[in-house]
């Protein structure tokens, strides 16, 4: 089957090759899927540069966290799963720009009816981990404003438009004018140019001098104790990402701050499995793996409803992935990338 490796750590363009690898076995509680369309993340690229990752890997191995296909093989308790169109992250984050894909089935779950497989690739990821940070850790209320950094990324795109269904005021953060017309295209009042406007002044502006009652910051870097003074009086602040910092978070930041703001740190993790003490040892504590399908109901509703759509910015073949990392990296892309496994490599 073909697939796309990162042969050697190194710039996606000179590391990554679509080779011929053979189709991998199911494992016991987990299925395989034939993939349709995979989805680009911006923590492919510290994985192919061999930079800091939630979870890393020493090459070669396959690219690919998210998927959309159906399920053609199934280990031990998945039966039920054969035959199904699913949306699945693969198993340890690997593996799922490919033709075949494995996954545990506590991260498998039927694809929403309404999308097509382009669409629903692009739809996993981004809705999981934003409605999980939004309703599930920081409890956004109707009326309250959400401000959400990194608007025009995959899960910016998201939370813009989760805030919105969940009658938030949604204020979005992103560089240039094409990408703060997305952000008030999806839902957002205010869009905030990072370029040339300062964002302090323009949310309180916006907020009465009030700040953001819940911040989703899928950003992190130097900008982090900016994006402090915009929270709220006992606001929620949201480290979801960490795409302006090399070090991916793992530096420390002033707690002092966030006493002195009244506000709390509130973390998420898009990681539906029981939590081992192995895991725990490494300060991991996944989200337990019955509320995967709370989450997944919760949204295949606001889809039916026609209140969220994924924004795919671009569909590919396997050939233009490292292309398509770059240009994730250097700021060039909104929205999702999408692999379609039907093209051409
Ligand atoms: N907590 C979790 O469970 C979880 C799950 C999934 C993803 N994540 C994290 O969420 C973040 C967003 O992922 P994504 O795939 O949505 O990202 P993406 O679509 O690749 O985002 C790209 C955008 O990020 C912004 N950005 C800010 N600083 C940047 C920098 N130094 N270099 C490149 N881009 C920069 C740019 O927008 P502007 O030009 O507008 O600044 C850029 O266009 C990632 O950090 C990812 O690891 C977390």
Redesign the pocket.
């Given at each position: 089957m073909r697939a796309v490796r990162v042969v050697r750590h190194g710039r996606p363009t000179e590391v990554i090759e679509v080779q011929d690898i053979p189709v991998p076995d199911v494992e016991p509680g987990g299925v395989r899927v034939a993939v349709s369309a995979a989805a680009?993340?911006?923590?492919d690229?510290?994985r192919c540069r061999g930079g800091i990752?939630?979870v890393m890997a020493q090459p070669p191995f396959t690219l690919g966290?998210d998927v959309c296909g159906v399920v053609d093989a199934a280990g031990a308790g998945a039966e039920e799963w054969i035959g199904r169109r699913v949306v699945a992250m693969c198993a340890l984050s690997f593996g799922g720009m490919a033709d075949a894909a494995l996954a545990p089935v506590s991260s498998v779950f039927d694809a929403p009816s309404e999308l097509d497989d382009i669409e629903a690739a692009a739809f996993l990821?981004?809705f999981h981990?934003t409605y999980?940070?939004l309703h599930l850790r920081a409890k956004l209320q109707p009326g309250e404003t959400l401000l959400v950094v990194?608007?025009?990324?995959?899960?910016?795109?998201a939370a813009i438009q989760l805030g919105a269904a969940a009658g938030a005021h949604v204020i979005a953060?992103?560089?240039?004018r094409e990408?703060g017309e997305l952000c008030r295209k999806l839902g957002a009042e205010l869009a905030i140019d990072?370029?040339s406007d300062d964002i302090f002044e323009q949310v309180m502006a916006h907020t009465d001098e009030r700040g953001a009652d819940v911040v989703c910051d899928?950003?992190?870097?130097p900008g982090t104790e900016t994006i402090w003074t915009c929270v709220a009086y006992e606001g929620r602040y949201l480290?979801?990402?960490?795409?302006?910092?090399p070090e991916?978070g793992f530096t420390g930041r002033p707690l002092r701050k966030v006493s002195m703001g009244n506000f709390s740190v509130v973390?998420?993790?898009?990681?539906y499995m029981p939590a081992s003490l192995g895991m725990r040892q490494f300060g991991v504590v996944p989200t337990p793996p019955e509320r995967g399908e709370e989450v997944h109901a919760a949204l295949g509703k606001l889809v039916a409803e026609g209140a969220i759509r994924p924004f795919i910015g671009r569909r590919i073949s396997l050939g233009q992935v490292a292309a398509a990392l770059e240009d994730?990296?250097?700021?060039?892309?909104?929205?999702?990338?999408v692999v379609d496994l039907s093209l051409p490599a």
């Open positions: 680009v993340n911006f923590g690229i510290a990752a939630s966290m990821l981004p981990t999980l940070a990194g608007g025009a990324s995959s899960l910016g795109t953060v992103a560089g240039g990408k990072h370029l899928l950003v992190g870097g480290p979801v990402g960490f795409n302006d910092d991916s973390g998420v993790l898009l990681a994730h990296e250097q700021r060039r892309t909104r929205g999702r990338t």
